[in-house]
């Protein structure tokens, strides 16, 4: 079971960053509408799901927190990769309570899409940088 568990994270994570990765693309299309006037039809429902699957993916994936203390009795050993997580779990909080707000009360608005495109922009990144790490390390434990 410890194996399976340990496989399931990463193949999660990465499901989770190509969701999130189509859910800002999606968001840029919004951007792309808003500000420079293209004509396209924004998937509202779409980004929504797609985008809050993405998150709470990454927020399971703290679950890896327990993986690691079950198997290796500590929860922090893989190192910036652990220190990450706290990062991604705080950004994807404040990516999916903006995202809320935006989808409860529809209406035209200017700061709160900024903050939630640019907070959600440094959370693929660092989506993208935690794969690395954890491709990095798991050599060590798979």
Known sequence: MDQTLLWLHPVMQVFALLLGGFAMW?????????????????PWKS???????????WIAGAFGFYVT????????????????????IAL??????????MDRRKKRRFWLPVV????????LAL????????????GSFL
């Open 92 to 101: 994807c909080v404040a990516g999916l309570i903006t995202g809320a707000v």
């Open 116 to 123: 939630h495109g640019g907070l959600n922009i440094l959370l």
């Open 26 to 42: 999606q968001g840029l299309q919004r951007v792309a509408m808003s500000h420079f006037k293209k004509k396209i039809i924004f």
């Open 127 to 138: 989506v993208v940088y935690e794969c690395y790490t954890g491709y990095q390390i798991s």
């Open 47 to 57: 980004h929504v799901r797609w985008g809050s699957l993405a998150m709470l993916l």
């Open 69 to 88: 203390h079950a198997v290796f009795g500590e929860t922090h050993i893989t190192g910036i990769h652990a220190v990450l997580a706290w990062w991604i």
